[in-house]
């Protein structure tokens, strides 16, 4: 729901505030005065396109500010320069951001609007969402069998291809696998042998150096023997003096720690080996992990996964009569289903449809437009072109006689009828769209007395469950109005501004009073009184 609207230096107005109430909000005054202005400054809030030419004359910049339910406040700036500033809660946005979040929200039906309902695209949602719940467990089973089709679809044609691939790329395979297999590389090996390589290659001086260590550490009269000699010494005057007894402790720790190493120094030694058999091995097992890296990696682990991936392809190419047939029958059962659910989907919208169409020639007919009628094709598609919406191709269709052909939306031509249509649309349909503001200009070109009533009437039904926001010229249908502004050009300082009011009590009587035939007597009061009293009625 639109809660307020600010509208500054936009065309003639200057400055104008407007709090649209939950209902009907008509907007009324003479031709010429502005009141379309303020539909356009809610088109570009909702991020339909602007330009500079709207800014009023004098001013460098127009400015929009609107407050919808919950809270949610956007504005939009645009200068002189052709710049624009929008902001969407405390964000900066895109025009486009407004577009995606606002748009959905309003529906603006007048002569030169192109209109969401006149969308052939949206015609199965809006039959979908007004069949309610029949329609919706129907669709479900659709979409799902509709999923499950082009799934096992994808899966045959990912067969297909593994089966189609040229003899010479399988045997390629073959003898890559073959190649890899051979070796049988492991995760890591290589950076493993690699590390492992400079002791291999440097194992006698690894060896004489490791044996003179453990000679002095350990020989007689060694490191070890002499720390020990030099502890012992200390540990028999214990407790005498608190300084010897700290060296003690370190002496103990160092032995420990001697100790460990020329264990791990023997450890050592005994993993060397004795001749240059393992170097030879080791540089024969890297030659060939950088053989197979340089065909087939560039890395250990990329020739590790293509490994896996020949082998998944040759055994799918092995066991393929067999995969593929299996493929096939899955592709087929799922078409059998989606085929059910299609036929079941279209036996239902097609019932809806009629009923539907029945519903909307009625409210047209309402509307002073007896002789129109609606009709909603519900056409099978070949099954090659089912989509995820349906299979079917869904279009509401309209005709102003019985004896014209029925014609989609899109083609009415007159503003006046258009705008009746869409109101008869829109009263039947109720919730089935998402728009929740509904915003009606031209809706009353080319009618009068009784026929403006009867739309009045319509807008009010309307306002029941939409916001519903109309520019009308006919006091017949502004007298159903919740709330009333009227819109006027006002000379201040030889400056022609636009200025908006809201109008009640006898205000408002004088306002229905001047559109019934310009005069605002007793008399013509009298009849606008009459005609609140009969919308009340």
Not at 32 to 46: D, F, P, S
Not at 148 to 177: M, Q
Not at 250 to 274: G, H, K, V, Y
Not at 276 to 297: F, I, S, Y
Request: hydrophobic content about 45%; aromatic content about 4%; some cysteine.
């Amino acid at each position: 729901m639109l809660e307020e609207l600010h509208v500054r230096d936009i065309a003639l107005i200057k400055e104008a505030w407007i709090e649209p109430g939950a209902g009907l909000t008509v907007f009324t005054g003479e031709t010429g005065a502005g009141k379309t202005v303020l539909l356009n400054a809610l088109k570009l809030i909702v991020g339909e396109r602007g330009d500079t030419t709207l800014i009023r004359h004098g001013a460098d910049a127009a400015r929009i500010e609107a407050r919808f339910s919950d809270d949610l406040v956007a504005s939009r700036q645009f200068s002189s320069t052709g710049r624009n500033r929008c902001v969407l809660g405390d964000e900066l946005v895109t025009v486009g951001r407004l577009a995606e979040v606002l748009g959905p929200m309003v529906d603006l039906h007048g002569q030169h609007d192109h209109q969401a309902l006149l969308r052939p695209a949206t015609h199965a949602q809006l039959l979908d969402q007004w069949g309610g719940a029949p329609i919706g467990a129907a669709l479900d089973a659709y979409r799902a069998a509709f999923t499950a089709y082009r799934t096992a679809c994808e899966r045959l044609e990912d067969l297909e291809s593994h089966i189609n691939r040229s003899v010479e790329e399988i045997e390629a395979g073959r003898i890559a696998l073959a190649d890899i297999e051979q070796v049988d590389p492991q995760p890591g090996e290589d950076d493993a042998l690699t590390e492992r390589l400079p002791a291999l290659q440097h194992a006698d001086e690894l060896h004489e150096a490791i044996q003179t260590a453990l000679a002095a550490l350990r020989a007689e009269s060694g490191a070890l023997d002499r720390i020990g000699v030099a502890r012992d010494a200390l540990s028999s005057v214990t407790g005498f003096e608190g300084r010897l007894d700290a060296i003690t402790a370190t002496l103990s720790a160092l032995a420990i720690d001697l100790d460990e190493n020329s264990m791990t120094l023997r450890a050592i030694a005994e993993s060397l080996p004795a001749d240059k058999t393992t170097l030879e091995e080791t540089l024969t097992r890297l030659g060939a992990l950088d053989g197979l890296k340089r065909r087939l990696g560039p890395s250990l682990e990329q020739v590790i996964e293509r490994r896996d991936r020949l082998r998944s392809l040759l055994a799918l190419t092995e066991n393929s009569d067999e995969e593929l047939a299996e493929a096939q029958r899955q592709v087929a059962a799922a078409k059998h289903t989606l085929e059910s659910a299609a036929d079941a989907l279209h036996t239902i919208r097609s019932q809806s449809a009629e009923a539907l169409a029945a519903e909307l020639s009625a409210a047209v007919a309402s509307l002073d437009m007896a002789d129109g009628s609606f009709a909603i094709a519900c056409e099978p598609l070949a099954f090659e072109q089912f989509t995820l919406t349906g299979p079917d191709r869904i279009e509401i269709l309209y005709r102003p006689a019985p004896n014209t052909t029925m014609r989609p939306l899109g083609k009415i031509a007159s503003g006046g009828e258009i705008s009746r249509v869409m109101l008869a649309l829109r009263s039947v349909l109720g919730e089935a769209h998402d728009a929740s503001i509904l915003v009606f200009d031209e809706i009353d070109a080319g009618i009068g007395g009784a026929t403006a009533t009867l739309v009045g009437r319509r807008l009010a039904e309307v306002a029941r469950s939409h916001q519903v926001l109309v520019v009308t010229h006919l006091a017949q249908v502004a007298v159903f109005a919740d709330t009333h502004y009227v819109v006027a050009k006002q000379t201040v300082d030889e400056e022609v501004a636009t200025t908006v009011s809201l109008v009640a009590g006898d205000d408002r009587d004088a306002e229905i009073a001047r559109m019934l035939g310009g005069e605002t007597g007793s008399v013509a009061v009298e009849h606008a009184r009459e005609l609140f009293e009969n919308a009340r009625g």
